[in-house]
């Protein structure tokens, strides 16, 4: 048989030989045929084995870079928030840390908005380097401007920050949507290695301000240069990203859910379908030697309508009149119904985790960062909010690693996990109020506290991201990345607003918490007159305020 086979494919080259322009066509076929598939015709496709297998992640290059990139577009954020100590005591008695949340949330939700409409307009590499070069420029300058020159007085100060979050929230959340689209068409575990990398961002930056807290007393220059090493971090990860978009493992899985399907040929039953003999005579136009053919026989007399008498018109001049007006809405709206269909039908799919992932956050914005920031010490002074932020995203990183780990997670189970989590709001909103005396007061309880809900935001957080696109089609995959993120965007928004209830049922903020304890704190050597300047700041807020009713 073997020998047969051989005979035959030497001939197949011969014939090749004799007739040029049936090179590669005829071996192309043969070779299709001998591997027990198909193949397209008038394609030249190589003979080779393998050629469907995925490249390998080698040293697991891939997966350290997403874990790498996921740093990258939460990194910026967590440098603002984390940095409590230096905006507490630069706007004491104000929310700054409560408004810097919400204006980043507020725009990240219109940014999700945003990039679900335009998640076919811009390439994913395009969105995602956008996102890169807004933080990068923000970074930039805060750093120069607002922290190393001092340009702003404190009235514009405080709003400068408060837009260069928004900047920086527009940007990240463009790209943090992008990048679960992008990881959903990725196996599963390398939307955790970004998960891993949001988590490690916050605890990167909880290291850095320690570190550079620690290193140097005076607030102002230990924080320029704690914004300087988060902006060389987002350039590395801008750089690492360029890189793993030219791997060839991240181009076979796009190319492999980005490729339409395949059209299907069907044949009717009055069709005949074979391959043109190759010495058939053609005519003038003959020539067509190893394509595939579908001829129909010509139809009978009897089946053929009589001639109408009536006024008749040629089909192109009728579509030309039709697509100068009418068709183009029409066309319009139907591309618009087909994408609500299929963001409904996705969302009828994976609305238990949509559910799960909305609910995680909800609970994890209402006490952070804000009513952890109001967590007094008067031991531990302005190291109170860098310490307890440290233990939540410490907590956070090592929840995202647990998600790793096998186990037969179900919707049902995650609810669970996700409705528990309520319990953690009271207890640490007592552990802040009421001002002056908690009811867990202490440096113990906040510190357990703020673990507890780190560790149980690192599961309900990302195990919904890893699931939900487990159980939609390939080619959905990318839609169900941006929907997810959707509801994560919902779930902040909401947590944000339940932060200020929380902050005003604590009662007013007081100036002076610590009045004639020794608390070990530098903060006051940053502005000596901050008070003064803070109280006229305060009431000019609530002046423009009241402006407004």
Avoid at 11 to 25: A, C, D, M, V, Y
Avoid at 104 to 114: D, G, Q
Avoid at 154 to 179: K, P, R
Avoid at 495 to 511: C, H, K, Q, R
Wanted: proline residues 6%.
């Amino acid at each position: 048989m073997k020998l047969n086979q051989k005979l035959f494919f030497e001939k197949t080259k011969q014939t090749e030989r004799n007739f040029p322009i049936l090179r590669g066509s005829l071996s192309s076929y043969l070779c299709a045929m001998s591997e027990g598939g198909y193949i397209e015709l008038d394609r030249d496709r190589p003979c080779r084995k393998g050629d469907l297998s995925a490249p390998r992640d080698t040293c697991q290059g891939v997966y350290l870079g997403l874990l790498l990139t996921g740093i990258g577009f939460l990194l910026p954020y967590n440098s603002f928030i984390i940095a409590v100590d230096y905006f507490q005591a630069k706007y004491p008695g104000t929310t700054i840390v409560f408004d810097m949340s919400l204006v980043y949330i507020l725009v990240a939700l219109l940014a999700v908005l945003i990039n679900n409409l335009l998640v076919e307009a811009l390439t994913l590499h395009a969105r995602i380097t956008f996102g890169y070069v807004v933080s990068l420029a923000t970074l930039l300058h805060v750093a120069l401007f607002e922290i190393w020159m001092e340009v702003f007085d404190l009235w514009h100060g405080y709003f400068v920050n408060l837009l260069a979050v928004a900047f920086v929230s527009f940007g990240c959340t463009v790209q943090q949507s992008s990048f679960y689209g992008y990881t959903s068409m990725l196996p599963s575990r390398y939307t955790q290695a970004v998960m891993t990398g949001e988590s490690a961002a916050g605890l990167l930056v909880s290291l850095n301000r320690i570190v550079t807290k620690l290193l140097l007393r005076d607030e102002r220059l230990n924080t320029l240069i704690f914004f300087c090493a988060s902006l060389g971090c987002v350039a590395l990860c801008c750089t690492v990203h360029r890189a793993l978009a030219r791997s060839p493992f991240v181009l076979y899985h796009l190319e492999r859910c980005q490729q339409e399907p395949a059209p299907v040929v069907t044949l009717e039953p009055t069709e005949d379908v074979g391959l043109v003999d190759m010495l058939e005579d053609q005519g003038c136009g003959g020539g067509r030697y190893g394509v595939l053919s579908l001829r129909s026989p010509p139809p009978s007399p009897e089946n053929e309508d009589p001639p109408s008498t009536g006024t008749t018109y040629r089909v192109q001049e009728v579509v030309v009149k039709v697509r100068r007006g009418y068709t183009r809405n029409l066309r319009w709206w139907a591309s618009a119904k087909r994408g609500f269909q299929r963001r409904w039908s996705v969302c009828q799919e994976v609305w238990p985790m949509a559910l799960c992932i909305c609910l995680a956050y909800l609970v994890t914005l209402s006490l952070f960062p804000g009513i952890e920031s109001e967590v007094l010490s008067c031991a531990w002074g302005s190291w109170m909010p860098v310490l307890i932020m440290a233990a939540f995203n410490l907590a956070d990183c090592v929840g995202k690693v647990l998600a790793s780990v096998p186990f037969p997670w179900s919707s049902g189970r995650l609810l669970l996990l996700c409705v528990l989590r309520v319990c953690l709001v009271p207890l640490l909103a007592m552990c802040a109020g009421p001002r002056g005396s908690p009811y867990l007061s202490g440096e113990t309880w906040p510190l357990l506290l703020s673990l507890a809900l780190g560790l149980t935001n690192g599961l309900a957080g990302s195990l919904p991201m890893i699931l939900a696109p487990r159980s939609v089609q390939d080619d959905h995959k990318e839609l169900t990345g941006n929907i997810m993120t959707l509801f994560y965007s919902i779930g902040l928004t909401t947590g944000s607003g339940v932060a200020y209830f929380i902050d005003y049922a604590l009662g007013p903020p007081l100036l002076h918490p610590c009045l004639g304890a020794a608390a070990v704190d530098n903060s006051t050597q940053l502005y000596p007159d901050l008070w003064n300047i803070t109280l006229s700041l305060n009431e000019t807020l609530d002046n423009s305020t009241a402006g407004f009713f």
